[in-house]
């Protein structure tokens, strides 16, 4: 019989499975990647996933290779797995991003995926309307009437905004789409707009400023190419002081960041959209000095989620016009 809940100790036929939980280990060194182990749930509770990561990691281990980091998006289970393993995640205490890997004793370090992270500010910004920063106050609207001047010109400012950016109901799940939101071009063009006197866009400097800030810190935590320039080229000494300059301003600004009626916004419901990005520049700051011991550049990208979800988008792709395998259909094309 198959189709019933497994992990790994024997099949559990009172629970059926609805859900695969999948193990993928990815090079920093060299241009390989490989789901190394699945697991049918139903659901999962933390501990439950605490046992089958540190079990995964002693197996790693025994065959030589190194674990730096584990990547995962912002469930609120990942994050109590996290605390069970002896992280501290949340900015009401200091924050403490790694744990103890069981066999060598070295420290593993979490990251949160970048572009899960980049989508969590995008959906926080237009849910709140409007945010404090230390400069000012940061408003989705002004992204909005951006859209509106455009399509009344009939010319766009050199940025992708169109009607479903600012509508992005349906389609919450696209990184390009909350990338091109919150980026660095549209930016520029809230600043051309302000500077060329249009009144609805007299006071927001502050807006650019968010909008620069999460930019930047998503290219330096998504570097793909070792021969980009800027803000997407690898992590190297050549420009790691800068960056870790950078990072320890944003983190500052970050956690600066506020509700109108004065929450700190890493304490509201959509705490994650902050505190993600935290985690990850403590991470990076104390993670990378140490890997560019043994390579000449880190790129970032190596740290991102996307390639387990590629992994899932060939899955899906091997059913033709069924998306929504079995687990007879995922056993058969994992294997």
């Not at 659901?43 to 674990?67: F, M, N």
Request: hydrophobic residues 40%.
């Amino acid at each position: 019989m198959i189709g019933f809940v497994d992990l790994g100790s024997g099949i559990d036929e009172t629970s059926v499975a609805s859900e695969a939980l999948v193990f993928m280990v990815v090079g920093l060194q060299g241009h390989w990647k490989m789901p190394i182990a699945f697991y049918f749930i139903s659901s999962l509770k933390p501990d439950t996933q605490r046992i089958l990561l540190l079990h995964t990691l002693e197996a790693l281990h025994e065959r030589g290779i190194k674990v730096v980091c584990v990547t995962m998006d912002g469930h609120i289970s990942n994050i109590n797995m996290c605390t069970m393993l002896g992280c501290q995640l949340t900015l009401n205490q200091p924050l403490k991003t790694y744990f103890v890997h069981p066999s060598s004793g070295e420290n593993v370090f979490v990251i949160m995926d970048p572009c899960h992270m980049l989508k969590l500010v995008r959906n926080m910004l237009q849910a709140y309307s409007s945010i404090v920063s230390p400069a000012g106050t940061v408003k989705w609207k002004y992204i909005s009437e951006l859209n509106d001047v455009q399509e009344h010109e009939g010319l766009h400012a050199a940025n992708k905004i169109t009607r479903k950016h600012i509508n992005f109901e349906g389609q919450k799940m696209k990184v390009s789409v909350a990338a091109q939101t919150l980026s660095r071009s549209v930016a520029m063009a809230l600043c051309m707009l302000m500077e060329a006197g249009y009144p609805q866009f007299e006071e927001c400097s502050p807006t650019i400023e968010f909008l620069q800030v999460i930019d930047r810190l998503f290219d330096i935590m998504n570097s793909k190419n070792p021969r980009a320039g800027g803000f997407k080229a690898p992590l190297g000494f050549r420009n790691w002081e800068d960056t870790l300059g950078f990072m320890t301003e944003a983190r500052a600004y970050l956690t600066k960041l506020r509700l109108n009626d004065g929450t700190p916004l890493h304490r509201s419901k959509r705490y994650l959209s902050v505190t993600g990005f935290v985690i990850n520049i403590d991470s990076f700051t104390m993670m990378i000095p140490e890997l560019l011991e043994g390579q000449r550049y880190v790129c970032t990208y190596r740290f991102s989620q996307d390639h387990l979800e590629l992994f899932f988008n060939s899955i899906r792709a091997s059913g033709g016009w069924n998306n929504n395998p079995t687990v007879a259909h995922f056993q058969s094309y994992f294997r």
